[in-house]
C-alpha cells in the first residue's frame, strides 16, 4: 500500500494478532488511510503476509519491532497488543502527542483500582498510566461519538461488551426501569486469540461447547457495569456468562431484562436511539439476530423479544467480534476522530 | 443380529429418524434384547443399512411398513415417529398389551388440553387417546424408577426437558426456595430431526448460532413446567430460550436460578439425590460440564456455581440429545421396565 | 442503492441463490454499478434481505418476477439460475441487446451435442439456443481478456473448472509435455448450491467428507477437457475427482501432472503468465495454498511441488467458489466487458 | 474398573494422548481385559479423568510416571508415546518378557536405516533397538494375523498407512499388474495429536483445508511401500499426499491405480480376501465410503470405482484414524495375541 499525503498514516501494534491482520485489511481498502507501519515482537523483519499469507499482495509490508514501531512517524495508532503491554508501549507515542485507539482493556476501565483487581498481577502490579485514564474516551461509537471526535486517546470496546451495551444502554439512559438483567453470551473462538491453548485445540474446541468463568469472574464484567451505572446515575450490576461457540467468528448475546416496559417498548426506545446509527439493525422478534448475519461486518443486530405475564424481556444481540467488536469499531472511531465518514472502509 | 429365545424382542416404529437410528445401534449391542423389527414409512422395503451406512454388517434388516409392525410380535416396542402419528400407530400396539416407550411428545403431558393447545392443529384436532394419559409414565429414569418398573406406557422426555429437569428436579424435592428460573439452552442440529429446512441446511447452520421459538413460545417448556410444579407442588412457570448450536450432538443448558442457597448447597442436595444414579455426574465449578465430555454416552453432567452477592446461581447441565435426551435414556427405561442391570447396553 | 445514469445498470436473475446473494452484496459496494432488479421465481414480491437478513440495509429491494425481470431496462444482465432455465431466461434479453453474464452452465460448452449429453433429460430434451453457442464467451478472465471485452454473452465458467483451469492452462499453452493429469477436488458446501438435499443437512455433511461423480462422471469435466484441448491444440481427458468438504466456502484442488518438467519449471511459466493478472498469486511450495487464505476474496492460490524421480508435478490450487468461483469472476468479466478497471468492487 | 484375576493386565503408557484416551475407553468396556496402570510424564499423579472429564466414572485412575509404569506388573503394554521415547521406554518392558503393542512409528520399519533417515535427528541419532525390529510384526490385523498371534512386540500400523495398505494389499498379493499409485489422503485433526500448534489452532484449522508434506515427504510413506513392496516382491513406489480435513476424526483416502484390470475385478479380489475379516466393509460404488459411517468404529470400509477408457481404477477407503487407525486396531492386535475373539470389546 503506498502512503498519500493526506491520508491517515497509521500504525498498528501488535498486527499479528487476529484483531490486528482484521485492522490491517480494512485500512488496506480504506480510502483515506495508508498504513505507515505494522508491528510485532514475535514477527520483528518478517512480512506480514508471511504470517497471513491471506494478506499477500494486501499488505506484504516487514513488521518493526515495538520500538521501532514507537520512533515512526504516524497520524493515528493502533494497538492490538495484549493489556499492560498496550498501555507501556503507548505512553511515549501519546507523548508525542499522536491520536491512540487502544483495542486493549487499559483504557477502558476509569477506576485504576478496579484495573488492578481484574488485570494485575505480580508481573504488572499496577496500570502503567493511571493518570492518562480519565483522559481516554470509551469508543462506543454510537453513544460516545461527540467525545470521540475529539479524543486523543480511545479505549476501544470488549467485544461480548459492545454486544451487551449495544441493546442495554439505550434503555437505561431512556429511563426504562429495569430490576435485574443476566447476559448469556456466545462467542467464536477467535475472541479468544490467537494464542495456543488446549480448549482452543481443534479437536478439543470443534463439536464442543462450554461456559467459562460464569459466576461473576470474567473481565468484561467491570466493564459493563461501569457504562451502565454511569448510563443509569445509580451502581449497576449484572450477571454476565460468557461461552465458547466453535465458530471461528462472532458473539450471540441472550440478555434477559426484569422489567415493567414490554419488549415492543424497548426495540422503540432502541430503535429511535439508533436511527441515525448506520451500523445498529433493530430486527424483529419473528427475525431474530444470528451470526451468520453479521460476520465480516461492521453490523450489530439487536431485537427484543419475551416479556410479559411474569416473564423477562429478552433481547438478542449478534455481532462479528473481530469487526464490530474490535477492528472495525476502531476504524470506525478512527474516522469520527479524523472527520471522515463514519462509515468510510467499513461497508463489505 | 440373531434373535434369542429369552432375549426381549423389541420392535421399533420410525427407524430411519436420527433418534431411531441411534436406538438400532444401541439395542445391536445390547446383550438383553434382540430386534424383532425395525420400520418406516417412506424407506419401507429397503435395508436399513441402506439409508444409514454406517450399520452396514450391524443392522442390514428390512424396513417394515408402519402396518406391518403394527402385526408383527414383540415384546416392547419404541416409538421414533413425530408426535400425533405416534399415538395413532401405537394404540393397537398398547391394546395387544404389548410394552412401549414413545419418544414423541404424545404422553408426556398428563392434561389432553394443554396437549391440544402445543400440539394439535387443523389435521391432528386432538389427542388420539385421552384415555391413557392418565396410565403414561413419564420415562425420567433417575426420578421415577419404581413407576417406570410398573408402567406399560412409557413416555420418554425430551431432550432439552431431560437437561433442564435432571438439575433442577432434586432443588425443588428438597424444598430449595426458588423465585424464578431461566434455562438458556444450547443443542446440536441433530436434535431438529432428519427432516431438510433451510435453517439446517449445512451453509446455513454451519458457524452460524441463533434463538429460536424463545419467549416462552418452545413446546418443551410445558413438560417442564408440569414436572416442576409436580415436584414443587405449586405451579412454576419457567424461562427457556432454546439455541441452535452448530455441531451435531449434544445440549448444554445454563440455568439461572434465583434462590438464597449457595451453589454449594444446591449441588450437595443434587449430588445427594443422583448418589445411586450411574448416568448422572456432579462436577465442580472448576470443571464445568461441556458437550465433548458426553456425547455419544448416556451420561447428564451437572455443575453448580455462582449465587452470593444478589446473583443467581448457576447450574450447567450438558448430555447427548441423542443418548440420554433420546434413545439411551429410553433404553434405560427399557432396561428398568424388564428387570435388567440399569446401565445394560449403554455403557462404552 | 440508488441508481446513478452514469453507473452501469445491472439485473441479477435467481438473486436468491447463494451466487444471486454473494454477487448483489458485491455490486451494492461496486463504484461503478448500480442494481436494477434483483428477481426471484420463488420469493416474487419479497424483499432480498428477508431471505437474506444479511443483505437488511444493504439491498432491501423488492424481487421481481422473472417475467418482470426480463421486460426491465438494464445494461448487463447476471443469471444465477439453473441451467436450462438460465437459457431460456436469457433469450429474450440477448435479443434486447443487453449483455448477459450467465453462472449457469447453458454457454459453457461450444458443442451442443456434448452439452445435451451432460445437462439434457426429458423435461430440457435440448439446448436452448444452440445458435447462441459460438457467440459465447468462456469467461475465465485471465485467460481470455480480449473477447471478453468484446463479448455479449459470457459462458462464466464453474467453480471447479476455475481452480482446475488456472494452473493448468498456462503449461499446455506454454508447450509442457503432459501425459495425464488427475484432479483430486474439494469443495465447501455452498458450491451445491442453497436447495435442501439429504447430503448437505447440516447433521450428515458436518464431521464428514466424501467423494461423488467419480470416475469420470461429473459435468465439470467435459468443460474442463473442452478447454484444455482448446489450449493443448490436441485432444486431452483428465481424470477429475469431486469431493464434499464440511466447510461453507472454497475450492481446494491437488492435481497430479505426469510431465517431465519439474515443479519449478511449472511454477515459473504459470508465474510468468499471470504476472499481470492482480487475482493470481503464486505461492512457493513451502506455503502451500489453502482454503482459509482465500475465502471471501477473488484470488486464486497457485502452488508447484513434487516430480523428479518419477514422481508426478502436483499443483496445489486453491479459491471461494462463490466469489472466484463464481460471483467474483463474473463481475470481474463485467468490469473487462464494460472497460472498467479489473478490479473494480472486488477487493476487500 | 476392577481387575479380575483371569483377565488380561493392561498397561498403557502414553495415556493422556488422543489414542491412549481412545485405548483406556476401549479397554473399560472390554470383558477380557482390565486395566493394570496407565501413565504419562506431564500429567503424573493426576487422575486421567481430570485431563479427559468424558472419562469421569470410567477411568479415575492416577496417572503413574513411565518409570513406575515400567516397573508394573502387566501381561500386555501399550504405547501411545511419541517415537523414540516409545521405543527407550519399551525395551526393558520387552526385556522382563512382557508383550507390547506399540502404537508409536518405532517398530514398523525393518530396516534401521530407513528408520534413520525418516525419524531421527540430532536428539535421537539412530533407533534405540535395531536388533528388536526382526521381531517386531507389523500389525495390520487383516494381513497378518497369524504371525501376530505369536508375536511378542506388535508394531501397530499408521493411520494414514492403514487406510493406504487395506485396498490395495489384496490387489498387490493377488498379482494384479499395476503401473502407479497416487494416495491422495485427507485426515481428521486428531491425527496430529493433543499437542498445540498453529495449524491446529481451530480459528486455523476450521472452515480450512491444506495439504501438506506432499512430494514424497511425509514419514507414512516409507511405510507404505515397505509393505507393498514386500506384497508385490518388488519394489514398489507411490505418491501420497496427505491433507488437513476439519473434522475430529477420520481419514477418507482417494487412490488412483494404473491398471488394466476394472474396478469391478479389483473390488472382487478385495472383497474375496476380506471375506473373513470383520471389519473390513466392501461397499458399491453406488455408495461409496464416507468418514461418517466408520468414526467412532473399527470399521475401514472400501469400494472401487473408475477404470476404463485409459482412467485409473479409483479405490475410496474410510476409516476412523484413533480406531481402526490406532487404538481399535491395537486392540484388535490384542485380541488375536491372546487368543481372544477378535472382535472382542470392539463392536458398538
Not at 180 to 192: F, L, M, P
Amino acid at each position: 500500500m503506498e502512503a498519500c499525503k493526506d491520508k491517515i498514516r497509521v500504525g498498528v501494534l501488535g498486527a499479528t494478532s487476529y484483531t490486528g491482520a482484521e485492522l490491517v485489511r480494512l485500512l488496506c481498502f480504506h480510502s483515506g488511510a495508508s498504513i505507515s507501519y505494522v508491528s510485532s515482537q514475535s514477527y520483528e523483519g518478517k512480512a506480514l503476509s508471511s504470517v497471513f499469507p491471506a494478506l499477500s499482495g494486501i499488505c506484504d509490508d516487514t513488521l518493526l519491532s515495538p520500538q521501532e514501531a514507537a520512533a515512526t512517524d504516524a497520524d493515528c495508532v493502533f494497538s492490538c497488543l495484549p493489556h499492560a503491554a498496550s498501555a507501556e508501549l503507548l505512553l511515549p507515542i501519546i507523548d508525542r502527542g499522536i491520536k491512540v485507539i487502544d483495542l486493549s482493556a487499559d483504557f477502558r476501565l476509569r477506576d485504576a483500582n478496579v484495573y488492578k483487581e481484574w488485570y494485575c498481577d505480580d508481573k504488572h502490579p499496577a496500570h502503567a498510566a493511571p493518570h492518562l485514564l480519565e483522559k481516554a474516551v470509551f469508543g462506543l461509537c454510537e453513544h460516545y461519538r461527540d467525545r470521540i471526535a475529539g479524543a486523543s486517546i480511545i479505549a476501544n470496546p470488549g467485544c461480548y461488551v459492545t454486544s451487551v451495551l449495544l441493546p442495554l444502554l439505550p434503555l437505561y439512559k431512556g429511563g426504562v426501569k429495569i430490576e435485574w438483567v443476566i447476559a448469556d453470551s456466545k462467542s467464536g473462538v477467535s475472541g479468544a486469540g490467537r494464542g495456543l491453548k488446549q480448549n482452543t485445540h481443534f479437536p478439543e474446541a470443534n463439536e464442543n461447547f462450554s461456559a467459562y468463568s460464569i459466576g461473576h469472574k470474567h473481565r468484561h464484567t467491570p466493564e459493563i457495569e461501569q457504562e451502565l451505572s454511569a448510563a443509569a446515575g445509580r451502581p449497576v450490576t449484572i450477571t454476565f456468562s460468557p461461552h465458547l461457540l466453535p465458530v471461528n467468528r462472532g458473539i450471540l448475546s441472550t440478555i434477559y431484562i426484569r422489567t415493567d416496559s414490554s419488549a415492543a417498548e424497548c426495540a422503540d426506545i432502541v430503535k429511535k436511539f439508533y436511527s441515525g446509527s448506520d451500523f445498529v439493525r433493530i430486527r424483529e422478534p419473528s427475525d431474530l439476530p444470528q451470526i451468520s448475519s453479521v460476520v465480516h461486518t461492521n453490523y450489530c443486530d439487536i431485537a427484543f423479544t419475551g416479556g410479559g405475564g411474569g416473564q423477562p424481556v429478552i433481547a438478542v444481540s449478534a455481532l462479528d467480534n473481530l469487526v464490530k467488536g474490535a477492528s472495525g469499531q476502531a476504524l470506525q472511531n478512527m474516522n469520527i476522530m479524523f472527520g471522515l465518514k463514519e462509515t468510510a472502509g467499513l461497508l463489505r
